[in-house]
């Protein structure tokens, strides 16, 4: 059984940061490539960014780049987004996802077979 769990959201002020956690119960975490998505408040679910499984390759949406920082620590099975220079639109639940078993990169919400419930995010102006 494959447990994605996400911890680390919360509110802050914009221009704020905060580091989000996801820890992956699974065998495989250390071979997989691991995704962030979020989803605002009455819009559909995006791509915020992802991680190859050596940590040494990322890609991420452009509404994040220079701002987000994706990485993760295969020892501890988890993957982490540090969220910098927050703004309010992004506000949402982020929610970190995989396919298992799988070795592809993927910025399709669709190629993901397994998703954390999601934590909240809330940037206030």
């Not at 975490?29 to 962030?36: E, I, R």
């Not at 929610?95 to 999601?118: H, I």
Request: net charge positive; aromatic share 12%.
């Amino acid at each position: 059984q494959v447990q994605l769990v996400e911890s680390g959201g919360g509110f802050v002020q914009a221009g704020g940061s905060l580091r989000l956690s996801c820890l992956a119960s699974v065998r495989s975490f250390s071979s997989t490539p691991m995704g962030w998505f979020r989803q605002a408040p009455g819009k559909e679910r995006e791509f915020v960014g992802t991680i190859d499984w050596s940590g040494s390759h990322t890609v991420y949406a452009d509404s994040v780049k220079g701002r987000f920082t994706i990485s993760r620590d295969n020892a501890k099975n988890t993957v982490y987004l540090q969220m910098n220079s927050l703004k309010p639109e992004d506000t949402a639940v982020y929610y970190c996802a995989a396919r298992f078993p799988w070795t592809n990169m993927s910025t399709k919400s669709d190629d993901m077979n397994y998703w954390g419930k999601g934590t909240l995010v809330t940037v206030s102006r």
